[in-house]
């Protein structure tokens, strides 16, 4: 049975912490850990979770789009677990968009992402596999990516004017799309 992990916030340690490399993938823990995050995000409306949200600092987190009442707008995507990832390329081309993140409630940030990437990870199966993912998918990913390496979206503002309540993205953002 998986569970659904408490998640932390922003200010506890860990999330400022570089995470280790996910050494035997087969390990019964990471599996389970892995299910308990996919439930955990699902719970959460979210879109992606990183180990490290959950206090587990290992290279691991869960890509998950699909439509939810924080992003009613995101792409519909199988759940995917990506270990060790790498982003082996990105486009010149840079897009803002808003993000939020689960350690950091009640507030939403227009963030410069790459629109375009090239990624590698280990799947949950041990298998390597290369991606190329662009717009929102990327976003999620780049987002994740940064949990990874102790940073938070908010690190990635070009300004605080770039900041948002919960309550403002809902009437501006999602009421005008
Ligand atoms: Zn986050």
């Known amino acids: 049975m998986s569970e659904l992990l408490p998640i932390i916030q922003l200010g506890n340690s860990i999330l400022r912490q570089k995470a280790s490399l996910v050494e035997n993938i087969n390990d ?31 290279r691991l987190f869960i890509v998950a789009s699909r439509p939810n009442p924080r992003y009613p707008n995101a792409p519909e995507m199988e759940p995917t677990a990506m270990i060790n990832p790498k982003i082996v ?38 298998k390597l596999q290369k991606q190329e993912l662009t717009d929102f998918v990327a976003r999620i990913f780049q987002h994740e990516y940064d949990h990874l390496d102790g940073i ?3 690190d990635r503002l070009e300004s605080t004017l770039d900041i948002i309540t919960e309550q403002e993205y809902q009437k501006q953002v999602i009421n005008n799309t």
């Not at 299910?35 to 180990?51: E, F, P």
């Not at 808003?98 to 790459?114: D, K």
């Open 28 to 58: 019964e823990r990471i599996q389970k850990l892995i299910d308990d995050l996919m439930t955990t995000v699902a719970k959460a409306n979210g879109v992606g979770i990183a180990a490290p949200q959950v206090a587990q600092s290992c």
């Open 89 to 126: 390329a990105h486009s010149t081309e840079v897009v803002k968009g808003w993000e939020g993140c689960l350690c950091v409630p009640g507030i939403r940030g227009l963030v410069p992402r790459y629109q375009e990437i090239e990624v590698e990870y280990t799947d949950r199966n041990g």
């Open 152 to 154: 938070v979206f908010l």
